[in-house]
């Protein structure tokens, strides 16, 4: 016997995955005893895998039913009522008792959980949860989505209340208690639309040559005391949650927006961490604690951009090897406050290029260490003022984001690094960002699939081995068809990175110790981190590691689902923009390969669809699985990822989220297999 969670298809039959098994154990519809999506259960296994045959099993007891709800529309036939599900895991509809439900609520989107189904019944029962609107209106579709996953859209008013009654003003007591920074050159860099700012960077040069670089967090947990009624709601939501067209807070906006956000003109209580750093960015010094700063600029990722990418019109002179300006201007500790002097906006763009040219040598050791480099090209969908598609872009990631990314996982890393050796501890709890090492058979796989490309990769048996041939794989692919593709499969061999008490270094940025402290406005594990910061930097003793491991694990989870409806608020908005694209064609790419068909992304917008084998009349095609292929029995034409396709657009399908696209045939193909025979002919 074994326990695991059910993955159900809309066919009725499912698979059970079992945590530490290699396979998953396939449930014949007849043998699911009632499970459904996401349930627990208990499995007696029938057959076990071999060269011919799945592990096959049998549902003897369901230990759990899942808490999540499934969404579909209410119809109501007298005095009873029917749900009627719309979800590619859910095969049936789900009878719903009307005690309690408005007469108004029939063909309205509902939440519903089941919460019993009879032996004797041939359908679930379940309760109404939430009457979510009308189906197709924005809102109703986006809150949907989030109800799918279990995540919140509003606050509770209690809540709310709670946030409000917070203090505005800045006790005189508390600044005292702090390191003043406000007289240092201290500025944002963000997204143009962002409205809650939790980092901030500053700096000065020192009269050794050096920089003193700060990094400075939003102080979320000065506001947000343990277990008080906002920081249970923050931990139940784990994250913030970010859809296409909204922003699902973790924190109600009095203190995303306001209180906590470090906004350009106003006094902010921080929680900082400041490095003395070379001119060839060595960390000499480190120093952590509560601050209070005050914001000189707010620049965009694009203003900053635009400073960087001018950097001629500034007065500058040159870091020796750093191959970046910094300014002839000496950029130190301003009295400004006193006086009711500012920095100039040259002050603050020669603070940028500097920070660049430090930024610009950290990232360069980080890839010498081990970091792999994955740029896969990131979509963005923009929306109009009533949620309505309207284009889909690519979001551009420069030098400006890398800056501010550079920083951010400074301070990451050495908060790590400072807990787990620099306060000597012995074995302190503490909770880390972990990204474990690859899965070695993919990443073999994925060596066998890149020489179909002409590409070879060296030996592959340790992680630095890894790290290296992946990120030289990805540099000789870069630009080429291939490379989403390589990409993809790239990822597919790589762990989930997650939070744990446990540290098992983070793989994939090369750091021995690493954690997240720069984003406690929009994660809990980030909150966790400043109080355990503060409990040890204030000599507290060791915590008790179970409890913060089970923190871990439900930040953990509330992440995965926060990225899975981030995931399909993407679909829906994709399959919307393209409902009036049916009939057209574009040129495109495989994007994946399954037995039933294959994955397309068109240009320019990487809009991917499927195209089903099914709809393909001019030949029948074979999945060649090791290979990542598809092989035509008749044409022997081979379909790869990376390969040129031309598409049409033939439907979509907003409930399922899904958009379908049809091959369009080119004669050339039936030319391949005649070639072929004369070949061997000859």
């Not at 939501?237 to 296409?244: A, D, H, I």
Request: glycine share 6%.
């Amino acid at each position: 016997m074994v326990e695991g969670t059910v993955q159900m298809t809309r066919e009725g039959y499912g698979f059970v995955v079992v945590p530490d098994r290699e396979d998953d154990i396939y449930i014949p519809q007849n043998r699911m005893l009632h499970s459904l999506n996401g349930d627990l259960v208990r499995v007696a296994v029938t057959r076990k895998k071999d060269a011919k045959h799945r592990s096959e099993g049998e549902v003897v007891a369901i230990l759990e039913r899942s808490a999540k709800p499934f969404i579909g529309i209410l119809q109501i036939l007298g005095e009873q009522g029917w749900v009627i599900v719309e979800s590619r895991v859910m095969p049936y509809d789900i009878r719903v008792p009307l005690d309690g439900v408005d007469e108004d609520a029939g063909w309205k989107k509902v939440a519903v959980q089941v919460v019993d189904w009879p032996m004797h019944s041939e359908a679930p029962v379940g309760k109404i949860i939430d009457i979510l609107g009308e189906p197709g209106e924005n809102d109703t579709e986006m809150h949907a989505i989030l109800a799918e996953f279990g995540l919140p859209y509003r606050f509770d008013p209690k809540v709310e209340e709670a946030a409000a009654k917070i203090p505005v003003e800045i006790d005189a007591k508390e600044v005292k208690r702090r390191k003043d920074m406000r007289g240092t050159l201290t500025f944002t860099i963000d997204p143009a639309d962002a409205k809650d700012f939790d980092d901030a960077v500053s700096l000065q040069e020192l009269e050794n040559g050096n920089y003193e670089i700060g990094v400075h967090i939003a102080d979320v947990t000065h506001y947000v005391r343990p277990h008080d009624i906002i920081d249970k709601e923050a931990y139940e939501r784990g994250t913030s949650v970010y859809l296409v067209d909204r922003t699902v807070p973790m924190l109600p906006e009095v203190l995303s927006n306001n209180l906590c956000s470090l906004r350009a003109g106003e006094d902010k209580l921080t929680y900082s961490a400041v490095f003395e750093v070379t001119p060839t960015a060595k960390v000499v010094k480190r120093w952590f604690g509560r601050t209070i700063i005050n914001s000189d600029r707010r620049y965009s990722y694009e203003q900053a951009q635009e400073v960087i990418d001018t950097a001629g019109d500034y007065t500058l002179k040159y870091l020796g090897d750093m191959g970046s300006g910094v300014a002839t201007k000496s950029i130190k500790v301003s009295s400004r406050r006193r006086k009711g002097e500012s920095f100039s906006d040259k002050d603050v763009a020669c603070a940028i290029l500097t920070l660049h040219a430090i930024a610009g040598k950290l990232r360069e050791q980080r890839f010498q260490s081990g970091s792999i480099s994955f740029e896969r090209p990131e979509m963005k969908v923009i929306v109009d003022a009533s949620g309505k598609p309207v284009d889909v872009v690519q979001r551009i990631s420069k030098e400006a984001n890398w800056l501010i990314e550079e920083f951010m996982l400074l301070a990451n890393k050495e908060v790590a690094t400072c807990v787990t050796k620099g306060l000597r501890l012995k074995e302190p709890t503490f909770v880390y960002r972990v990204h474990d090492e690859p899965d070695y058979d993919k990443v073999r796989n994925l060596k066998d699939f890149v020489k179909h490309f002409g590409y070879q990769m060296g030996s592959v048996n340790n992680a630095r081995e890894v790290a290296s041939e992946l990120n030289a794989l990805l540099e000789k692919a870069k630009g080429k068809p291939e490379c989403g593709a390589i990409e993809i499969i790239a990822l597919r061999s790589m762990a989930r990175a997650k939070y744990s008490t446990d540290n098992v270094g983070h793989y994939g940025l090369g750091f021995e110790y690493y954690t997240h402290f720069t984003s406690p406005i929009r994660r809990y594990p980030d909150m966790m981190v400043h109080r355990l910061l503060t409990h040890y930097l204030d000599k507290g003793k060791n915590e008790e590691k179970n409890r913060w491991e089970e923190l871990c694990k439900h930040s953990s989870n509330r992440e995965h689902l926060a990225t899975e409806a981030e995931r399909s608020s993407i679909k829906y908005k994709l399959a919307e923009y393209m409902q009036d694209k049916v009939g057209q064609e574009f040129e495109g790419s495989v994007s994946g390969i399954t037995e039933w068909g294959m994955y397309v992304e068109i240009e320019p917008t990487k809009v991917e669809g499927m195209v089903m084998l099914r709809e393909i009349k001019e030949d029948f095609f074979i999945y060649d699985e090791k290979n990542y292929c598809l092989i035509g029995k008749s044409t022997r034409k081979r379909f790869t990822l990376g390969d040129k396709v031309r598409i049409k657009v033939s439907k979509t399908n907003l409930e399922q989220k899904l958009i379908d696209y049809t091959l369009v045939w080119d004669p050339e193909w039936n030319k391949i297999s005649s070639k072929k025979k004369s070949a061997r002919k000859k």
